[in-house]
């Protein structure tokens, strides 16, 4: 009789959360709808469609011929392969992309937070996988995907975690690939690069992690030199000769005058890109103990790298923001409700949210101190690295559970 009402409760709460993601995504529809028009397309949509066509045309001479472009190829063919729907009707992909991929977004993050809780060896919690998802359509996220022209915003960060996943479980090559696709993405993907060094290994064998990490770091450099040398080669890759307009309300503008003036070129990029890996490297060393990378890891160290990323950063565009926030969701995904840790998480989230969370002395003051005492709770937290990582050989599973 008991077994039988337990089962009666469980299959109406079974139902009841099969009607709030139909909700959701129905809600999700109609405001995809309703943003697609009210959209424009963006300059940068544009101009990576035509980088794009001559990409997918063999004109590869043509595609970083102007120093504007700075999305990767993986990007510049995303942008044109969406944006097809144009040749029936202009703007038709703006349609598409609210009625289809704001919802699409939305309901896939939760499966990705129901795969995440998984390779982190966390109980299913489908309160959470509900939650994030609505996050994630509230808090525009899957608005950005769809309309801000560099969906990279969103598929980079979900690839830091992936691969850091990949890492933990002792898998470097993989993980190297996941950083080095990423950055066919947007080549600012490069800066997730310190989750490599959450491979297992504790106080006897950080020879071995640092080997699989140095290993990891060559298959990224690999991918990354198969995705961008063919346009070196034709000798009209000019993606490096960009500089930027440097923002007056940026750090940059503030303490260093003359780049503001003569525009923040690429070696000014490369020390940006320096100091964002070297912070997300020194989380992951803190975040090791004696059976490897606390979970935590795994979303901490890329949003500390993207926080310093955007502290110095001499643009400021608001999507810029976008990656943080997808970082602390899901940090939110992997929490453990009701903890001290689980609220300083959500603390994370809500401020990245917040309108004034996206500028730089917000990102400094707020967002930075929250990952370190984030990042402090987690070593202080009792069995810290409890879940345990997996030799490389047992790892096979890893594409069922990640």
């Known amino acids: 009789m008991l077994g039988r009402a337990s089962a009666s409760v469980r299959d109406v709460a079974a139902g009841r959360l099969h009607l709030a993601w139909l909700a ?83 309901l896939a993050a939760g499966y990705a937070v129901r795969r995440l809780r998984a390779a982190l060896g966390l109980p299913r919690a489908p309160a959470v996988e509900l939650g994030v998802a609505a996050l994630v359509l509230v808090w525009g996220v899957a608005e950005a995907f769809a309309f801000c022209g560099h969906p990279a ?121 320096a100091c964002a890996v070297a912070a997300g490297a020194a989380v992951a060393l803190a975040l090791r103990s004696g059976a490897g990378a606390r979970p935590e890891a795994v979303w901490l160290v890329p949003l500390v790298a993207a926080a310093v990323r955007l502290v110095l950063d001499p643009v400021l565009y608001p999507y810029y923001w976008t990656a943080p926030l997808v970082l602390a969701l899901a940090g939110v995904a992997a929490a453990r409700p009701g903890t001290v840790a689980g609220v300083a998480v959500a603390a994370t989230c809500a401020w990245q949210a917040w309108p004034w969370g996206a500028t730089w002395p917000g990102t400094a003051l707020v967002t930075l101190p929250l990952c370190a005492a984030c990042a402090a709770l987690a070593r202080r937290a009792p069995g810290a690295a409890a879940v345990a990582t997996r030799p490389p050989s047992a790892g096979r599973d890893l594409g069922r559970v990640s």
Not at 27 to 55: I, K, M, S, Y
Not at 239 to 264: E, H, I, K, Y
């Open 153 to 273: 915003q969103v598929v980079v960060p979900v690839a830091w975690v992936a691969a850091g996943v990949l890492g933990r479980r002792g898998r470097p090559v993989a993980a190297g690939a996941v950083v080095g696709l990423a950055a066919g993405w947007e080549t600012w993907a490069v800066l997730g690069a310190a989750v490599l060094l959450l491979g297992p290994g504790g106080r006897g064998s950080r020879g071995t992690a640092l080997r699989r990490a140095l290993a990891g770091g060559a298959v990224a450099t690999a991918v990354i030199a198969a995705l961008y040398l063919p346009f070196v080669a034709t000798g009209r890759f000019r993606m490096l000769d960009n500089r930027w307009t440097v923002n007056p309300r940026s750090l940059v503008a503030d303490a260093v005058p003359q780049l503001a003036a003569d525009g923040f070129p690429w070696w000014a990029r490369a020390v940006q890109a």
């Open 24 to 106: 959701l995504a129905a809600v999700a529809a109609a405001a995809g709808g309703a943003l697609a028009r009210t959209q424009v397309a963006v300059v940068d949509e544009w101009l990576f469609r035509n980088a794009g066509d001559a990409l997918l045309q063999g004109r590869l001479g043509d595609v970083y011929a102007h120093p504007v472009v700075q999305a990767g190829p993986l990007e510049l063919l995303w942008v044109r392969l969406v944006t097809g729907p144009d040749a029936v009707s202009p703007g038709l992909h703006l349609a598409v992309l609210g009625v289809v991929g704001v919802p699409g977004v939305t």
